[in-house]
């Protein structure tokens, strides 16, 4: 046995007594210890946590691990390690070993693992046992188990003689249940004794999670443990979390009351417990908690998960099966054949599906769990808001059939990849006139003007894209430069247009004397009012590579484009109020609630053929309503764009007697039309 293993024999001081109110103290365990030892110390009192007993102290007996002697090569197994966060490691792990102590290892119990620990009656013999085999051996008596009452009576002939030294017995103590724990690695495949290339293959492990509190916990007794029986350490990675609070900020308490269980917050929202599952999950996840960092836990920040995340990724999902509905059959392309797509977003979206697997298996094998959530995050609200967004006219076939099942196929591979969503979006309804974007690259310029044009005007709600190089908005910024500062700033400052276009080219300049390169000069690109032009008239922005000016000036086109994308946000919503599928067909139907009607009328009429294009069916005047329709569903709004409006979603039904259909009976006569009794009710009663 290695020196540092040999039992080290300390005296502590325990006792537990009870108060019984009336200032009486009763003993309730008091070991009997030899008349050296027998002083009875107060050293104040204590209160147990459940039971309230105060708590006195006595000397005993006590053994330990002598740590000390391990303390170096302890630090140097704990450097072969990888923790995450890393800081836990290099701080306070890294100070607990420096200050480590010996280890007391012995408990004065009953329940609990027996030391394996015989001894004379004068101390002199201690023996350690090291299998049920050799306490046999030993002893010369059958052992089944190793509890206090099935081997505290077995006695070892001394190793001094037994006639004439007696037999060592078996002591009174148990392990530090911690000692047990530090013992996992090899313990639970019963290693010595079994599986030993198993455990010569798989030793040390590649990683474990647990808490930060297991700092001086299990996370110290793995590795004093196999530093002392292996030299090694017992794992190669280490996943550290914080420690999740109540919403309070208090510790969760039974007693308290001041918490839900995982259980009661999924079964919260019934029939959606096994979406509230991953909401768990992803909100757990993408927490401080990943990062050993303390998390106040709330309920609501769950639901938020659903709201916010899921139910978008469904809407997705449901907006992908209604399309590829439409078709006959729908056989998605494969990834390779994607890529070789036309369309700048398909490829995009595939590159972008490849890169974020490649990510997550990159940051899964590092164990960096709390990078990989915001990414999947902004990749899926990149799909929902951007991809969905931007191809919903694809998507729905209204550019053809091929680019229709193009379009399907992505979003078929993509949300393969793709289990979580993150939905949020802000955008301007407010159509501008003309949007300048300023840069040198003309590669980049020729995307904004080509394949990217069509996105960016339906986006944005411009009517034009332009693309510009021009050199005259730009301006040049110097970074210090010793005590000649001012006089290359100052020269800098008085550089031409021409001087900044040659140094943008050449990559340097010579200026009083110092020769200034890329990394020296920034190139800012600015914007000017032209005279004439009020500053509310003009926006630009930019981030010092690429400007963007938008002319905000309105005209009567751009405030007619305006009120028709109104209006055809207006009709969208209703129909999904009245859960409406894509497919079904409805007419619409449109009612001006102004003074002077003529003002709608004439915008609806010159915006006919974009309302038309985004509806799939014409905006009907309110008066062409016939009475035979049944009513799907109704809307009056108020102030919009300053014009006040109703609108009317129906289907139209055949004529009973003047009367339309009730819903009711329209779906008795769907379900019976192909039948005899079906045709005899139409004939009957609708001529």
């Not at 080290?8 to 050296?36: H, M, N, S, W």
């Not at 006195?56 to 630090?75: M, N, P, T, W």
């Not at 013999?125 to 077995?154: A, F, N, P, Q």
């Not at 006695?155 to 030294?165: A, D, H, K, L, Y």
Request: glycine share 6%; aromatic share 10%; hydrophobic share 40%.
């Amino acid at each position: 046995m290695p020196s540092y293993c040999k039992i080290r024999l300390y005296f502590i001081l325990y006792l537990l007594v009870l108060d019984d109110g009336a200032g009486k103290r009763q003993a309730c365990e008091v070991r009997k210890l030899d008349t050296r030892m027998s002083l009875l110390l107060e050293i104040g009192y204590s209160s147990h946590l459940q039971s309230s007993a105060q708590l006195l102290v006595l000397v005993s007996v006590q053994r330990f691990i002598a740590v000390e002697k391990l303390k170096d090569q302890l630090l140097a197994n704990s450097e072969q390690t990888t923790w995450v966060p890393d800081f836990v490691k290099e701080k306070r792990f890294h100070n607990w070993l420096e200050n480590a102590r010996d280890w007391s290892v012995s408990r004065s119990r009953f329940w609990g693992t027996p030391l394996p620990i015989w001894t004379s009656d004068d101390s002199v013999d201690i023996v350690v046992i090291g299998s049920v085999e050799e306490l046999e051996r030993r002893s010369g008596e059958k052992v089944t188990v190793l509890h206090h009452d099935k081997i505290d009576h077995i006695t070892i002939p001394s190793p001094r003689g037994r006639e004439e030294f007696g037999v060592l017995h078996h002591v009174e103590d148990v392990f530090d249940c911690w000692f047990e724990s530090g013992s996992m690695s090899y313990a639970y495949i019963h290693y010595p004794f079994e599986n030993q290339a198993f455990f010569n293959d798989n030793f040390p492990g590649d990683f474990i999670a647990e808490g930060l509190d297991q700092t001086r916990g299990w996370f110290y007794t793995l590795m004093v443990l196999s530093t002392a029986l292996f030299g090694k350490p017992a794992l190669r990675n280490l996943i550290c979390n914080g420690l999740i609070l109540a919403e309070d900020g208090k510790k969760m308490s039974k007693i308290l009351k001041n918490y839900s269980t995982p259980m009661e917050v999924i079964d919260a929202y019934g029939a959606a417990c096994l979406i509230l599952q991953d909401a768990l999950r992803l909100y757990i996840i993408n927490s401080p908690v990943v990062r050993a960092e303390t998390l106040r836990f709330k309920e609501k920040g769950v639901y938020g998960v659903v709201k916010d995340v899921l139910l978008p990724w469904y809407n997705a999902y449901r907006f992908l099966v209604q399309n590829a509905n439409r078709l006959a059959t729908f056989d998605p392309l494969d990834p390779a054949t994607l890529l070789g797509s036309a369309n700048v977003l398909d490829q995009w979206f595939i590159l972008a599906t490849q890169s974020l697997v490649h990510f997550v298996r990159q940051e899964i094998d590092a164990y960096r769990l709390y990078t990989v959530v915001p990414y999947l995050l902004k990749f899926i609200d990149n799909l929902t808001n951007i991809y969905v967004r931007f191809n919903r006219k694809r998507l729905k076939g209204g550019t053809g059939e091929e680019e229709c099942r193009t379009a399907l196929s992505t979003l078929y591979h993509v949300t393969l990849f793709t289990y979580l969503l993150q939905y949020n979006w802000l955008y301007n309804h407010h159509t501008q006139l003309e949007m300048v974007v300023v840069h040198t690259d003309a590669e980049f310029l020729d995307d904004i003007a080509g394949k990217l044009r069509e996105y960016i005007l339906e986006e944005l709600n411009v009517k034009s894209v332009v693309p510009c190089n021009d050199p005259l908005i730009i301006s040049v910024l110097g970074k210090r430069r010793g005590k000649s500062m001012r006089v290359v700033a100052e020269a800098i400052k008085a550089m031409s247009q021409e001087d900044i276009l040659s140094f943008e080219e050449a990559g340097e300049i010579t200026i009083a004397g110092h020769c200034l390169k890329r990394t020296d000069i920034e190139i800012v690109r600015g914007f000017k009012l032209h005279d004439g032009v009020a500053q509310e008239q003009m926006d630009a922005s930019g981030d010092g590579d690429v400007l963007v000016i938008i002319d905000l000036r309105t005209d009567d086109s751009l405030f007619e484009a305006g009120f028709a994308r109104e209006v055809v946000n207006r009709v969208q919503k209703l129909r999904k109020k009245s859960a409406l599928a894509p497919t079904d067909s409805v007419e619409v139907y449109f009612s001006s609630l102004d003074d002077d009607k003529s003002v709608s009328a004439g915008i609806l009429q010159s915006q006919e053929a974009y309302i038309k294009e985004a509806l799939g069916c014409s905006l009907l005047d309110c008066s062409l309503i016939p009475s035979r329709s049944v009513v799907n569903a109704e809307g009056t709004y108020k102030n919009i764009s300053n014009r006040d409006f109703k609108i009317t979603l129906s289907r139209s039904t055949p004529a009973s007697k003047g009367k339309a259909i009730p819903d009711q009976f329209s779906l008795f006569l769907f379900l019976t039309t192909s039948s005899y009794v079906g045709w005899w009710v139409i004939n009957k009663y609708y001529a």
